[in-house]
C-alpha cells in the first residue's frame, strides 16, 4: 500500500509541479501566466447515491441543480454537460408545472445507473475559476437484492463504487414515514426495507455517510418545531438494528448526517385519500436543503480525516498549517507538494481517500489547509507589490476557492444550527 500510495504521490506532484513551473516560464502565446497551474489543481471527488425506487432521488436532483446552478446564495455554483443541464432543468421544470397535479418526473429503474459530472465553479472579476468537481453516481437500490442483477456483474461494479467514494447519500423516502406515521402497515414494511438494505452495504465503507430524508414537507404535521420533528424522525430510524448499529460503531471517527430534505417545500404538495402525492394547484415550488448534501461532501471528508489522526499528527499539521499559510501562493504549492512525503502527510491523504484520490494530493493538501483556516479564522498571506502575473493569478484562484469552501462549510454548520438532530455522529 505505501509503495502504491507513493506512486500516485509522486506523479500528483511532478504533473502540479511541472505545470505550475512551465507557467511560468510562458511569457509569449499558450496560457497566460499560472493557467496551466490553475487547472492543474482541480481535484475529483466522488459521490455515491443509493436509494429504492420513489424515494425521491431524481426530485432532489433536479431541485438540487435548480438551487445551485447560480451564485444567487454563495458564492460557487454548479455546471454540467449541457445534455444533463437539459434533463435536469426538464425533470425541475416538470415537477414544479402544477396544472397536472399528478404527474411528476420518473424515478430511476432497477436497473438504471445515472452519472452526472458537477463543476463546482466561482467568478472573480471577469475570470470563472473551476474550484473542484463533483462526480455524483445515483443507483436504484433494489439493485443491491436483485439476484439477476447479482449475475450481470453489476453488483461487483457497485461496491467497487461505494468503496472508492468520498461520500454515500442513502435516500430515505419520508412518504414512507408519513404512511407508517398515518397508521398503514405498509409504510412501516418499506421504511424497514429500505433500511435493511441500505445500511449494511453503507456500514463497510470508510466515507461521511449521509442519510437524506426526502419529501420533508410532508411531515410538518408532526410537530410545529421543526428540530423536534426530526429528531422523532431519528428516533423512529433508531428503532431499526442496522441503523442503531452504523450510528453507534461509527460515533467517534466518522461523519454521519441526517439531511431532511424538500424537493419542492412546504405547501407544495398533499396526500389524497388513496394516499398518492398530489401537487396543490397554483403552489410555487420552495425547495428546502437541497443544497446541503454535495455541499458538505468537502467539509465533512476533511474533518473526517483529521478525527482519524492521533493527536501527535494532528500537532504537526497544525505546525505546518500556521505556516503554510503565510507563505507566497507558488511557495505554498511546493510547500503542499513535500509535506506529501513526510508522515504527517502521509497519513493525511490516506484518511481523505483511496491512493487514486492523492494523484493530485498536494491539492488536497493545500484545500485542507485552506479549509481547517477557516474553522480557527486564521488568515492568508497575500501577495506582496513585487508579484509577477503568475503569483498573483494563482493567489486569485486560492482566495476563490478558500470563498467556495468557506461557503460549502457554512451550508451543514447553517443545518446543524437549525436542526441539531441532523448530526447523528463524529461531533
Same mark, same amino acid.
Given at each position: 500500500?505505501?509503495?502504491?500510495?507513493?506512486?500516485?504521490?509522486?506523479?500528483?506532484?511532478?504533473?502540479? /509541479?511541472? %505545470?505550475?513551473? #512551465?507557467?511560468?516560464? $510562458?511569457?509569449? +502565446?499558450?496560457?497566460?501566466?499560472?493557467?496551466?497551474?490553475? *487547472? !492543474?489543481?482541480?481535484?475529483?471527488?466522488?459521490?455515491?447515491?443509493?436509494?429504492?425506487?420513489?424515494?425521491?432521488?431524481?426530485?432532489?436532483?433536479?431541485?438540487?441543480?435548480?438551487?445551485?446552478?447560480?451564485?444567487?446564495?454563495?458564492?460557487?455554483? /454548479?455546471? %454540467?454537460?449541457? #445534455?444533463?443541464?437539459? $434533463?435536469?432543468? +426538464?425533470?425541475?421544470?416538470?415537477?414544479?408545472?402544477?396544472? *397536472? !397535479?399528478?404527474?411528476?418526473?420518473?424515478?430511476?429503474?432497477?436497473?438504471?445507473?445515472?452519472?452526472?459530472?458537477?463543476?463546482?465553479?466561482?467568478?472573480?472579476?471577469?475570470?470563472?475559476?473551476?474550484?473542484?468537481?463533483?462526480?455524483?453516481?445515483?443507483?436504484?437500490?433494489?439493485?443491491?437484492?436483485?439476484?439477476?442483477?447479482?449475475?450481470?456483474?453489476?453488483?461487483?461494479?457497485?461496491?467497487?463504487?461505494?468503496?472508492?467514494?468520498?461520500?454515500?447519500?442513502?435516500?430515505?423516502?419520508?412518504?414512507?414515514?408519513?404512511?407508517?406515521?398515518?397508521?398503514?402497515?405498509?409504510?412501516?414494511?418499506?421504511?424497514?426495507?429500505?433500511?435493511?438494505?441500505?445500511?449494511?452495504?453503507?456500514?463497510?465503507?470508510?466515507?461521511?455517510?449521509?442519510?437524506?430524508?426526502?419529501?420533508?414537507?410532508?411531515?410538518?404535521?408532526?410537530?410545529?418545531?421543526?428540530?423536534?420533528?426530526?429528531?422523532?424522525?431519528?428516533?423512529?430510524?433508531?428503532?431499526?438494528?442496522?441503523?442503531?448499529?452504523?450510528?453507534?460503531?461509527?460515533?467517534?471517527?466518522?461523519?454521519?448526517?441526517?439531511?431532511?430534505?424538500?424537493?419542492?417545500?412546504?405547501?407544495?404538495?398533499?396526500?389524497?385519500?388513496?394516499?398518492?402525492?398530489?401537487?396543490?394547484?397554483?403552489?410555487?415550488?420552495?425547495?428546502?436543503?437541497?443544497?446541503?448534501?454535495?455541499?458538505?461532501?468537502?467539509?465533512?471528508?476533511?474533518?473526517?480525516?483529521?478525527?482519524?489522526?492521533?493527536?501527535?499528527?494532528?500537532?504537526?499539521?497544525?505546525?505546518?498549517?500556521?505556516?503554510?499559510?503565510?507563505?507566497?501562493?507558488?511557495?505554498?504549492?511546493?510547500?503542499?507538494?513535500?509535506?506529501?512525503?513526510?508522515?504527517?502527510?502521509?497519513?493525511?491523504?490516506?484518511?481523505?481517500?483511496?491512493?487514486?484520490?492523492?494523484?493530485?494530493?498536494?491539492?488536497?493538501?493545500?484545500?485542507?489547509?485552506?479549509?481547517?483556516?477557516?474553522?480557527?479564522?486564521?488568515?492568508?498571506?497575500?501577495?506582496?507589490?513585487?508579484?509577477?502575473?503568475?503569483?498573483?493569478?494563482?493567489?486569485?484562484?486560492?482566495?476563490?476557492?478558500?470563498?467556495?469552501?468557506?461557503?460549502?462549510?457554512?451550508?451543514?454548520?447553517?443545518?446543524?444550527?437549525?436542526?441539531?438532530?441532523?448530526?447523528?455522529?463524529?461531533?
Amino acid at each position: 500500500m505505501d509503495i502504491l500510495l507513493g506512486i500516485f504521490l509522486t506523479a500528483g506532484i511532478v504533473a502540479t /509541479l511541472t %505545470a505550475y513551473l #512551465g507557467s511560468r516560464r $510562458r511569457r509569449n +502565446g499558450g496560457s497566460p501566466p499560472g493557467e496551466a497551474g490553475i *487547472r !492543474a489543481a482541480v481535484p475529483i471527488f466522488r459521490v455515491v447515491a443509493l436509494g429504492l425506487p420513489g424515494s425521491g432521488k431524481t426530485l432532489l436532483l433536479a431541485s438540487m441543480f435548480n438551487e445551485l446552478q447560480t451564485p444567487s446564495r454563495q458564492s460557487y455554483y /454548479l455546471s %454540467a454537460a449541457e #445534455g444533463d443541464v437539459a $434533463r435536469l432543468t +426538464g425533470w425541475f421544470a416538470q415537477m414544479a408545472d402544477t396544472t *397536472r !397535479a399528478d404527474q411528476w418526473p420518473r424515478g430511476t429503474f432497477t436497473s438504471e445507473t445515472r452519472h452526472f459530472s458537477f463543476g463546482v465553479k466561482a467568478r472573480a472579476g471577469d475570470t470563472v475559476h473551476e474550484v473542484l468537481r463533483l462526480d455524483l453516481l445515483e443507483y436504484a437500490g433494489e439493485l443491491l437484492t436483485d439476484a439477476a442483477e447479482a449475475e450481470s456483474g453489476r453488483h461487483t461494479e457497485l461496491f467497487d463504487q461505494v468503496r472508492s467514494a468520498h461520500a454515500l447519500l442513502g435516500i430515505i423516502d419520508g412518504g414512507r414515514i408519513r404512511q407508517h406515521l398515518d397508521g398503514d402497515p405498509q409504510g412501516w414494511t418499506e421504511l424497514h426495507r429500505t433500511l435493511n438494505i441500505l445500511v449494511p452495504h453503507l456500514i463497510g465503507a470508510s466515507c461521511p455517510v449521509s442519510f437524506v430524508v426526502t419529501k420533508w414537507d410532508l411531515l410538518s404535521h408532526l410537530h410545529e418545531d421543526e428540530n423536534t420533528r426530526l429528531a422523532l424522525v431519528r428516533d423512529l430510524l433508531m428503532s431499526n438494528e442496522h441503523f442503531r448499529t452504523l450510528v453507534r460503531l461509527h460515533s467517534d471517527r466518522r461523519v454521519v448526517r441526517l439531511i431532511p430534505v424538500s424537493a419542492v417545500g412546504p405547501g407544495f404538495a398533499s396526500v389524497d385519500t388513496s394516499g398518492h402525492v398530489v401537487k396543490i394547484r397554483s403552489a410555487q415550488a420552495r425547495p428546502a436543503y437541497v443544497d446541503v448534501p454535495l455541499s458538505a461532501v468537502v467539509p465533512d471528508l476533511f474533518d473526517q480525516a483529521e478525527m482519524g489522526l492521533d493527536a501527535t499528527l494532528r500537532a504537526a499539521l497544525d505546525e505546518e498549517a500556521r505556516r503554510h499559510l503565510w507563505r507566497a501562493p507558488l511557495e505554498r504549492l511546493r510547500s503542499a507538494a513535500m509535506l506529501t512525503f513526510q508522515t504527517s502527510g502521509r497519513a493525511l491523504l490516506y484518511a481523505l481517500g483511496p491512493p487514486p484520490a492523492a494523484v493530485a494530493g498536494d491539492v488536497l493538501m493545500g484545500m485542507f489547509f485552506e479549509s481547517r483556516a477557516l474553522t480557527a479564522g486564521q488568515e492568508q498571506a497575500i501577495p506582496g507589490p513585487h508579484a509577477g502575473e503568475a503569483e498573483r493569478r494563482v493567489d486569485e484562484f486560492v482566495h476563490v476557492r478558500r470563498q467556495v469552501l468557506q461557503d460549502m462549510r457554512a451550508k451543514p454548520a447553517m443545518l446543524e444550527g437549525r436542526l441539531p438532530s441532523s448530526r447523528l455522529s463524529g461531533s
